[in-house]
């Protein structure tokens, strides 16, 4: 057996593992709810797979560790100047010569720091990069902020949260000797999460990564940190688009049913317009019944607007797309309140100079996993419009007949 079998099978081991191991979290998480009952017997042999892919994945790794210790097959390590101090030059070094295990590293496997020094299979990469990639993901123009991130070490869980809904009153007493009557229940609802993950590979010569170091880093850095935000914006619209929709928006009137007319007041008081850049374009071409240009600058942020009292936040064309062409989408509610992002909070990092076709194309691959889901809480604390045109309020000053 190679070394690219036996790399493909410490990966698929540890796939499996992974998939037992959430099994046995999510019959405990069940269990503990009170959800489902799962006899002995089940429990027994859930943790009996899990422990038993446990051993398969270890195996495979000291097998792949064996085969390629005895065929030699590790790179020679380039040693780093010691003059050599722009951090730049420093990461492109740890990532060009990927078995140098002189700097802390990331273990892509199990998602955790290690400074021991990895055999052969090319599976470390300097951990500085996703320090990298997180302050590059702030810069972009990201959905995430906006709605409610919470932080989970599970792959799946649940959570109840308490809906907007119609209350009734306490009831009056005149007698004193009287039945107190029972109040009305909380609205409450259970929210179930499902960590997903999401996956991309690069591929770099090894030419090309050793003479372009500058160029490679700041591209792969770059690619990364967007690819990010773009997949996690897109997830967090694809649950913005399941709140209740109004009809397309033509006229001003549209725009305040948006708010006024559709949402919790309390939730209205909270709420604020959300839309693209092309959008606010449109919107702030709209003139009121005085020809005034119907937008208001934001006393509080420069550059920014206002309608009706409300703040309108926008977004770049590139991470708010529209909904069809010349159609931008306008959403409106406090998207906190609406929407939570369940973050794992372990993206991890891998490259492989021969894993796949790596070692025979002479090139590195670099693979990104995020893991995070997106679940609507409460439907009822935003609403959803789009708009292609709006039309200017016409004048009510005219003389009457």
């Given at each position: ?135 590059l993901i702030r810069q972009f123009d990201a959905l995430q902020p906006l709605v409610n991130v919470e932080s989970v070490s599970t792959v799946s869980g649940s959570r109840v949260i308490e809906r907007f809904g119609l209350m009734t ?22 929210v179930n999460y499902k960590i997903k993950r999401y996956a991309g590979i690069n591929k770099i010569t090894d030419s090309l990564l050793k003479d372009s170091d500058e160029n490679i880093i700041a591209w792969l850095t770059t690619w ?30 549209g725009i305040k049913d948006l708010d006024t007319g559709m949402l919790d007041p309390a939730i209205n008081r909270l709420g604020y317009f959300l839309t693209n850049n092309s959008g606010l374009n449109t919107l702030k071409k709209v ?115």
């Amino acid at each position: 057996m190679n070394i690219n079998e036996l790399h493909d099978a410490w990966i698929t081991a540890g796939q499996n593992y992974t998939d037992k191991q959430a099994n046995v979290q999510n019959m405990a998480i069940a269990l503990a709810n009170g959800t489902k009952d799962y006899t002995d017997e089940e429990i027994k042999n859930a943790k009996k797979e899990m422990n038993k892919a446990k051993q398969a994945r270890d195996l495979a790794k000291d097998a792949l560790d064996s085969a390629t210790e005895s065929n030699k097959m590790v790179e020679s390590t380039k040693p780093v100047a010691k003059t050599l101090t722009d951090e730049h030059h420093v990461f492109a070094n740890g990532v060009r010569d990927l078995m140098s295990g002189k700097t802390k590293v990331l273990n892509l496997v199990s998602s955790s720091s290690d400074n021991q020094t990895t055999s052969g299979a090319g599976l470390t990469i300097p951990e500085d990069i996703e320090t990298r990639i997180n302050k590059l993901i702030r810069q972009f123009d990201a959905l995430q902020p906006l709605v409610n991130v919470e932080s989970v070490s599970t792959v799946s869980g649940s959570r109840v949260i308490e809906r907007f809904g119609l209350m009734t009153p306490l009831t009056s007493i005149e007698d004193e000797d009287a039945d107190i009557a029972e109040n009305d229940e909380p609205k409450l609802a259970t929210v179930n999460y499902k960590i997903k993950r999401y996956a991309g590979i690069n591929k770099i010569t090894d030419s090309l990564l050793k003479d372009s170091d500058e160029n490679i880093i700041a591209w792969l850095t770059t690619w990364i940190a967007r690819k990010v935000v773009v997949t996690r914006n897109q997830a967090i619209i694809n649950v913005l688009n399941t709140a209740p929709k109004k009809a397309t928006i033509t006229n001003v009137d549209g725009i305040k049913d948006l708010d006024t007319g559709m949402l919790d007041p309390a939730i209205n008081r909270l709420g604020y317009f959300l839309t693209n850049n092309s959008g606010l374009n449109t919107l702030k071409k709209v003139k009121d019944a005085m020809g005034r240009y119907l937008l208001q600058p934001d006393v509080a942020q420069a550059g920014a607007f206002t309608f009706d009292g409300k703040r309108i936040v926008v977004v770049s064309d590139n991470w708010l797309p529209d909904v069809s062409k010349d159609t931008h989408p306008l959403y409106f509610g406090s998207f906190a309140d609406a929407v939570t992002l369940f973050d794992r909070e372990n993206m991890s990092l891998a490259t492989t100079t021969e894993g796949g076709k790596a070692f025979e194309k002479d090139q590195t691959w670099i693979r990104v996993i995020d893991r995070f889901d997106v679940e609507m809480v409460d439907d009822g604390a935003m609403a959803v419009g789009s708009f292609s045109t709006i039309e200017d309020q016409p004048a009510n000053l005219a003389p009457k007949a």
